[in-house]
T-cell receptor
Framework: DQQVKQNSPSLSVQEGRISILNCDYT??????FLWYKKYPAEGPTFLIS?????DKNEDGRFTVFLNKSAKHLSLHIVPSQPGDSAVYFC?????????????FGQGTILTVHP | NAGVTQTPKFQVLKTGQSMTLQCAQD?????MYWYRQDPGMGLRLIYY???????DKGEVPNGYNVSRLNKREFSLRLESAAPSQTSVYFC????????????FGPGTRLTVL
């Protein structure tokens, strides 16, 4: 039972263009969502998050959008840079499910071509 | 500030052998976590410790035990390794306020033959 799904295993984008990574969830109790970025042979690093009381959060080139009715969130990277090439995981948490207990998606490999 | 450190980086075991994966953090975080990452599965929570002295099961705890030795250290033990436990293991920690924003170690790549 995959409660958080990233249906695109990979995405290829040209440098300078927009990258859009998508994530769907099924558990309506999730109220906090995060994106993590992972380079090969390293651990994931936190990128950006959004609470369910918002529908958008921006941090520099990164914007996360949340559509609660569709149970969908997306990460926009504008403009994309070759250094953004990595695996991106979305994650979600529910209140009272356990302190810091996150459910992760399968990940999307982003490749940004120069 | 080393952040989250894990040892060893790589390990090969035979079926039935036991081993302990070590994790330490120097950020004075209350909460610590163990995940495994398998192809196509994302990261799955094995066990977590919300604070020193407490541990709880995550999504995939079978075949593992954990010890929160002190606030800094959280170890993961495989008592009798199985090929299905071949994976990359990540330890993470988080603070009391932003507990969902977890800091991860570099991982341990474990192969069970």
């Amino acid at each position: 039972d995959q409660q958080v799904k990233q249906n695109s295993p990979s995405l290829s984008v040209q440098e300078g263009r927009i990258s859009i990574l998508n994530c769907d969830y099924t558990n309506s109790m999730f109220d906090y969502f995060l994106w993590y970025k992972k380079y090969p042979a390293e651990g994931p690093t936190f990128l950006i998050s959004i609470s369910s009381i918002k529908d958008k959060n921006e941090d520099g080139r990164f914007t996360v959008f949340l559509n609660k009715s569709a149970k969908h969130l997306s990460l926009h990277i504008v403009p994309s840079q070759p250094g953004d090439s990595a695996v991106y995981f979305c994650a979600a948490s529910a209140p009272f499910s356990g302190y810091g207990k996150l459910t992760f998606g399968q990940g999307t490999i982003l490749t940004v071509h120069p | 500030n080393a952040g989250v450190t894990q040892t060893p980086k790589f390990q090969v075991l035979k079926t039935g052998q036991s081993m302990t994966l070590q994790c330490a953090q120097d950020m004075n975080h209350n909460s610590m976590y163990w995940y495994r990452q398998d192809p196509g599965m994302g990261l799955r929570l094995i066990y977590y410790s919300a604070s020193e002295g407490t541990t709880d099961k995550g999504e995939v705890p079978n075949g593992y035990n954990v010890s929160r030795l002190n606030k800094r250290e959280f170890s993961l033990r495989l008592e009798s390794a199985a090929p299905s436990q071949t994976s990359v293991y990540f330890c993470a920690s988080s603070g009391q306020i932003s507990y969902n924003e977890q800091f991860f170690g570099p991982g341990t790549r474990l192969t069970v033959l």
